[in-house]
C-alpha cells in the first residue's frame, strides 16, 4: 500500500508562483508514474500533469503547460509540480496520484492511478 502526502499549498497572486511537493510512502517499489490532478468546486477533478517513473518523460494538461512543471529524480518516491503565472482559474484542491507498482508511464486517466493524496488548497487571489 503506497501513501501519499501532499505539501505546499496556500494562497497567492494571481501571476505569482507556488510549488507543490508529494511523498511517496510504502510499497515494495517506486517504480510507478505519478500524476497531479486538481478538482476546483463544482467541478470534476481533472488531470493536471504526470511524470514517469524514471522522471524522463513527462506530459501536462494543455492549460497549464509553459506555465506548470512537474520533476522528478530517477526513481525517486517524490515528486514536485512548480507553479509559475498562475491565474484565478487555477485555484483547486491539489491531489497527488500514483499508478500501480511497475506501471510506469504518466497518465492522463484518473482511472489510471491507484493511489491518491489527501489533497492541498490553492487558492489564487486575483
Known amino acids: 500500500q503506497v501513501q501519499l502526502v501532499e505539501s505546499g499549498g496556500g494562497l497567492v497572486q494571481a501571476g505569482g508562483s507556488l510549488g507543490l511537493s508529494c511523498a511517496a510512502s510504502?510499497?515494495?517499489?517506486?517504480?510507478?508514474?505519478m500524476g497531479w490532478f486538481r478538482q476546483a468546486p463544482g467541478k470534476e477533478r481533472e488531470f493536471v500533469g504526470a511524470?514517469?517513473?524514471?522522471?524522463?518523460?513527462?506530459s501536462y494538461a494543455d492549460s497549464v503547460k509553459g506555465r506548470f512543471t512537474r520533476s522528478r529524480a530517477y526513481a525517486s518516491t517524490s515528486v514536485s509540480l512548480q507553479m509559475n503565472m498562475l491565474k484565478p482559474e487555477d485555484e483547486a484542491v491539489y491531489y497527488c496520484?500514483?499508478?500501480?507498482?511497475?506501471?510506469?508511464?504518466?497518465?492522463?486517466?484518473?482511472?489510471?492511478?491507484?493511489?491518491w493524496g489527501q489533497g492541498t488548497q490553492v487558492t489564487v487571489s486575483s
Open positions: 496520484a500514483a499508478r500501480g507498482r511497475y506501471s510506469r508511464a504518466p497518465s492522463y486517466r484518473l482511472c489510471d492511478y491507484r493511489y
Open positions: 510504502g510499497g515494495t517499489s517506486s517504480e510507478y508514474a
Open positions: 511524470i514517469a517513473w524514471s522522471g524522463l518523460s513527462t
